[in-house]
């Protein structure tokens, strides 16, 4: 059986007690480590679960999704998620395929930060569409988010923005090679953010479109510090 196991938003012991009981029983463990990370590394997991775990990247989540599928039909399986399974469409691809190749699976929930959000004083009833920040290039600038963000404002909802996180990509040039040097780590931070979505604005103003002033000057922006800014969010809200 594969088990989709949520590791929660804080350190190892943000596991519930079903996922450790899961953990500890399987054959194969493997650690999701590119959509988000927690405060503690690899090895303060495998010290208080008592397992070694398999640090599985992009390429092997996206590209080699058949190697942790490997066997799951006969032996127990488990794929670590920080936060919630469900917070990136990657792990619904996994359920897909092992649905398709017959192989069982279950699901152990914890909290995300689209429930953790809370703590900054606004109510989650009022959130509308989530949205993703992503960091920009020289050449690569997309404001698509901020047309979210404006439609929620609309309709009176706050919006819950994430931020990007880059680790193990690789150059443009590298990528292009084939060569697998990758990039030093980034995480976006919450000013990052801000000024990205101020640039939107003075872009789309430059082109006329006016966008409504009380989007930003009304904005509360706080930072999720739950995992010392590496799941940094923005709360977008109406006050």
């Not at 995300?112 to 920009?136: D, R």
Request: proline fraction near 3%; hydrophobic fraction near 40%.
């Amino acid at each position: 059986m594969l088990y989709l196991v949520g590791l929660g938003l804080g350190d190892a012991k943000d596991i519930t007690v079903k996922g450790l009981e899961v953990v500890r029983r399987c054959s194969r463990v493997y650690l999701e480590a590119y959509t988000s990370v927690l405060t503690v590394g690899k090895e303060a997991l495998e010290e208080f679960y008592g397992r070694k775990l398999i640090l599985a990247d992009r390429e092997e989540v996206e590209q080699e999704a058949d190697n942790i599928l490997k066997d799951a039909d006969v032996s127990d399986v488990a794929f670590l998620v920080v936060g919630d399974p469900f917070g990136a469409t990657t792990h619904s691809d996994l359920i897909l395929r092992a649905t398709s190749l017959g192989i069982p699976y279950r699901v152990i929930h914890n909290a995300s930060i689209l429930n953790a959000v809370g703590c900054c004083g606004l109510q989650l009833y009022k959130f509308g569409e989530t949205v993703s920040i992503v960091f920009w290039t020289d050449t690569w600038r997309p404001e698509s988010f901020f047309d979210k963000v404006k439609k929620n404002r609309q309709n009176g909802m706050h919006t819950l923005c994430l931020l990007d996180i880059k680790v193990k990509e690789q150059s443009l040039e590298n990528l292009i090679k084939g060569r697998k040097i990758y990039e030093p780590p980034r995480y976006m931070t919450v000013n990052q953010a801000a000024q990205q979505l101020l640039e939107v604005i003075r872009n789309q103003r430059a082109r006329g479109e006016e966008p409504e002033q009380k989007v930003l000057s009304g904005c509360r922006c706080s930072s999720i510090c739950l995992s010392c800014r590496l799941l940094a969010a923005v709360a977008v809200s109406l006050v």
